[in-house]
């Protein structure tokens, strides 16, 4: 798998959670604030647990940044994997959200991107040889 590719595995995966990141800051935002959307459904009768949506969201936009800047070496690669086998983890298990918020489709395709992009950064990790990886470590320095 050439540089190129990983790159735009990493690239792909940062577009994905940065924009579905935002949109979810301002889902929260409305549902904390107004009891609109999705998120007002689920937070409507506990505004303050929209902190945990704030965050998680918050946090991806961030990382989204951190993994377009990113080398595509083995540990961005491996750092990206974790990001995304986090959420898809925590959609997995928190689904019933999901159900609350009448938002079932929309967990079906973030849960499904999230565990696809575990297994682009897995399969891009495993083709980055060791000789390439201490090169591209050589340049950086």
């Given at each position: 798998?050439?540089?190129?590719?990983?790159?735009?595995?990493?690239?792909?995966?940062?577009?994905?959670?940065?924009?579905?990141?935002?949109?979810?800051?301002?889902?929260?935002?409305?549902?904390?604030?107004?009891?609109?959307?999705?998120?007002?459904?689920?937070?409507?009768?506990?505004?303050?647990?929209?902190?945990?949506?704030?965050?998680?969201?918050?946090?991806?936009?961030?990382?989204?940044?951190?993994?377009?800047?990113?080398?595509?070496?083995?540990?961005?690669?491996?750092?990206?994997?974790?990001?995304?086998?986090?959420?898809?983890?925590?959609?997995?298990?928190?689904?019933?959200?999901?159900?609350?918020?009448?938002?079932?489709?929309?967990?079906y395709l973030?849960?499904?991107?999230?565990?696809?992009?575990?297994?682009?950064?897995?399969?891009?990790?495993?083709?980055?040889?060791?000789?390439?990886?201490?090169?591209?470590?050589?340049?950086?320095?």
């Amino acid at each position: 798998m050439s540089a190129t590719l990983r790159q735009l595995i990493l690239r792909a995966n940062a577009l994905y959670i940065g924009v579905a990141g935002f949109a979810g800051v301002i889902f929260d935002i409305r549902g904390v604030l107004y009891g609109t959307g999705p998120q007002g459904k689920a937070l409507a009768a506990a505004p303050h647990a929209g902190i945990g949506f704030v965050e998680a969201h918050g946090l991806a936009v961030i990382l989204a940044v951190v993994l377009w800047r990113a080398k595509p070496d083995r540990s961005a690669h491996f750092t990206a994997l974790a990001v995304v086998a986090l959420l898809g983890t925590a959609n997995l298990a928190f689904w019933q959200t999901f159900i609350a918020m009448d938002a079932v489709v929309m967990g079906y395709l973030t849960t499904a991107l999230h565990w696809t992009f575990v297994a682009l950064n897995l399969a891009a990790a495993m083709h980055v040889s060791p000789a390439i990886e201490e090169r591209t470590l050589q340049r950086a320095r």
